[in-house]
């Protein structure tokens, strides 16, 4: 398979985006609806913000744009059904680029990369850590120590989810040494978020868009956010960045986009490019959306998409290696780890 590192990756898909269609109406006129597979149960990150922008897309291609929960295996069935559908253009999928790009790395979908789609990003994403507003944690200080010391349970999404990863980036930065830390795992974000909230579990490491409405209801206590820099969420005080606590605590973004699968005809891409750079780039919905959650506004495609996207994508392929969890060497879907 031809190797993706940062560079070579983005000279190899220069090559294959197509030109934007010319001003006066999209090159691609679809004929029947177009489904997005949300490989998530409804209500987490993903669906969110697909189902802020599908009606963008509905109104600029005028068909309808129907967003399709099918979640399971940490996103990858409903990733997989996207993957086996025809190349015609009509089957898309949304996700965070990480986990399409890594999949094969875990073992979970057979040989695919970020190869396989052409890319639209939409938004950045922080993993936020919570804890419901019963447990005895104040600060994040205090949940590190009683990981350290007790059983502390863990409401995610999966290994493979913004949490998961998050909760495996906390316990290598406190140099695995949290083992009373006890990942409990859902269909999606949004229910591993109810459970942190109703007291199912005692906190929760998944994004804070999908915390943000349980935490101004006063149900979740905010400890911090994987970034360097503080969160900002209408209504509530900043939530202190992971490195006050872990300095060396290593932050790459995490994108999130919708992925059109390549193969179609080239004017399926020519007209979703334009109506990205038109519609979606400006769109006042989705940035009103970015500002609500506590999201970053950062819409982009083709050529700066994966720019933007190969810091987390190298990032969450190679911990995996460092963890013991690669069933394939990354170097394989053409990932080069720093330390390899």
Same mark, same amino acid.
């Given at each position: 398979?031809?190797r !993706? ?8 898909? /220069?090559?294959?985006?197509?030109a934007?269609?010319?001003?006066g109406?999209n090159?691609w006129?679809p *004929? ?7 490989p ?5 990150s993903? *669906?969110?913000?697909? @189902?802020?922008? +599908?009606?963008?897309l509905e109104?600029? !291609?005028?068909?309808e744009v129907v967003?399709v929960?099918?979640? %399971? ?10 993957l086996?559908?025809?190349? *015609?253009g009509?089957?898309w999928? +949304?996700?965070a680029i990480a ?7 875990? %073992? ?20 936020m850590v919570?804890a419901?507003v019963?447990?005895s944690y104040q600060t994040?200080p205090d949940?590190?120590?009683?990981m350290?010391?007790?059983?502390v ?6 290994v493979?989810s913004?949490?998961?990863m998050?909760?495996?980036a ?7 040494e949290?083992a ?13 978020v ?7 579990v005692d906190?929760?490491?998944q ?5 943000s409405e349980?935490?101004?209801a006063g149900r979740l @206590?905010?400890l ?6 503080p969160?900002?969420l ?6 202190p ?6 300095p060396?605590?290593?932050?790459a973004?995490d ?12 004017e ?5 490019d334009?109506?990205?750079?038109e ?7 989705l940035?009103?959306?970015a500002?609500e959650r506590g ?8 050529? !700066? ?7 987390v994508?190298i990032?969450?392929?190679?911990? @995996?290696? %460092?963890?013991?969890? /690669? ?9 080069d780890?720093?330390?390899?």
């Amino acid at each position: 398979m031809k190797r !993706l590192t940062c560079t070579a990756s983005l000279l190899a898909l /220069a090559m294959t985006w197509p030109a934007i269609a010319q001003e006066g109406g999209n090159s691609w006129q679809p *004929d029947r609806p177009i489904n997005i597979i949300v490989p998530w149960s409804a209500g987490g990150s993903t *669906d969110q913000v697909t @189902r802020v922008v +599908a009606p963008i897309l509905e109104e600029a !291609l005028g068909t309808e744009v129907v967003v399709v929960n099918q979640p %399971g295996a940490s996103g990858s069935i409903g990733t997989k059904a996207a993957l086996d559908a025809p190349r *015609d253009g009509y089957t898309w999928t +949304a996700n965070a680029i990480a986990n399409n790009a890594t999949y094969t790395v875990t %073992g979970l979908i057979d040989d695919t990369s970020i190869n396989d789609y052409h890319i639209y990003l939409h938004v950045a994403n922080v993993p936020m850590v919570s804890a419901n507003v019963n447990t005895s944690y104040q600060t994040f200080p205090d949940l590190l120590e009683a990981m350290k010391t007790g059983s502390v349970t863990v409401g995610t999404a999966g290994v493979n989810s913004s949490g998961g990863m998050a909760l495996a980036a906390i316990r290598e930065g406190a140099h695995d040494e949290l083992a009373g830390a006890r990942m409990i795992t859902y269909d999606g974000g949004n229910p591993a978020v109810i459970a942190a909230a109703g007291g199912e579990v005692d906190i929760t490491t998944q994004l804070a868009v999908e915390q943000s409405e349980m935490v101004r209801a006063g149900r979740l @206590r905010p400890l911090t956010v994987l970034s360097d820099t503080p969160l900002e969420l209408e209504g509530i005080d900043p939530v202190p960045p992971i490195t006050d606590f872990m300095p060396d605590f290593a932050v790459a973004a995490d994108y999130f986009g919708v992925f059109i699968p390549v193969g179609a005809p080239a004017e399926v891409y020519e007209t979703v490019d334009r109506i990205w750079e038109e519609k979606v780039m400006n769109s006042q919905a989705l940035k009103d959306y970015a500002t609500e959650r506590g999201a970053v506004f950062a819409p982009s495609y083709g050529d !700066l998409a994966l720019e933007r996207a190969m810091p987390v994508v190298i990032a969450e392929a190679c911990s @995996r290696v %460092g963890r013991g969890e /690669a069933v394939v060497d990354p170097s394989e879907i053409g990932i080069d780890c720093p330390s390899q």
